[in-house]
């Protein structure tokens, strides 16, 4: 029982350069979210996703694309990145709308030079 | 709009000794709400939610929660805590109304000495 996946745990990159982060659930869950966790901030929600083709913005999308071809994968790009999003990113996802819960993946912690 | 308070960011307690970590929130629905704790170098695991029905909501690890409406809080407990319960903490609602993205709070890390 894989779960859901992140990959990579952990990069550094230049600021400028795109990155992408990626996320695998194996739950066939049709709900996905990204966020990410700053010290003081708890968690923020970046995009997140209903089903293959459908995605929305969250509280801070600005300089993040997502994209989501198929209901088990949901990349999160940055397309220039820059320190501010020196971050720790959480995938999730939700089996259902209403009363269910998010399941985590176990982050990829970014820093960008 | 919704949105959680914790009001601690950190909470030490004694092994044995009672844990409660606190939150209030703020949603314009009806509130689903939901603790999870995060491990070091870890993603976040569900530990328990209140969706409707009895106030005191019992789940992972021996921890409850108890549904205060008129109040609008949601506050973690666990009996006796132990050295492992070490971690941080969050409470997160959702408008179950209108919505399926979960608000988050801040954190409180809770320390259980030995």
């Known amino acids: 029982d894989a779960g859901i996946t992140q990959s990579p745990r952990y990069k550094i990159t230049e600021t400028g350069r795109q990155v992408t982060l990626m996320c695998h659930q194996t739950w066939s869950h049709s709900y996905m979210f990204w966020y990410r966790q700053d010290l003081g901030h708890g968690l923020r929600l970046i995009y997140y996703?209903?089903?293959?083709?459908?995605?929305d913005k969250g509280e801070v999308p600005d300089g993040y694309v997502v994209s989501r071809s198929k209901t088990e994968n949901f990349p999160l790009t940055l397309e220039s990145a820059t320190r501010s999003q020196t971050s720790v990113y959480f995938c999730a996802s939700s089996t259902g709308f209403s009363s269910y819960e998010q399941y985590f993946g176990p982050g990829t912690r970014l820093t960008v030079t | 709009a919704q949105s959680v308070a914790q009001p601690e960011d950190q909470v030490n307690v004694a092994e044995g000794n009672p844990l409660t970590v606190k939150c209030t929130y703020s949603?314009?629905?009806?509130?689903?709400l939901f603790w999870y704790v995060q491990y070091p170098n870890r993603g976040l695991q569900f530990l328990l939610k209140y969706i409707t029905g009895d106030n005191l909501v019992k789940g992972s690890y021996g921890f409850e929660a108890e549904f205060n409406k008129s109040q609008t809080s949601f506050h973690l407990k666990k009996p006796s805590a132990l050295v492992s319960d070490s971690a941080l903490y969050f409470c997160?609602?959702?408008?179950?109304?209108?919505?399926?993205?979960?608000?988050f709070g801040a954190g409180t890390t809770v320390t259980v000495r030995a």
């Open positions: 997160a609602v959702r408008d179950g109304d209108h919505d399926y993205k979960l608000s």
């Open positions: 996703s209903a089903a293959a083709d459908i995605t």
């Open positions: 949603v314009s629905g009806n509130p689903y």
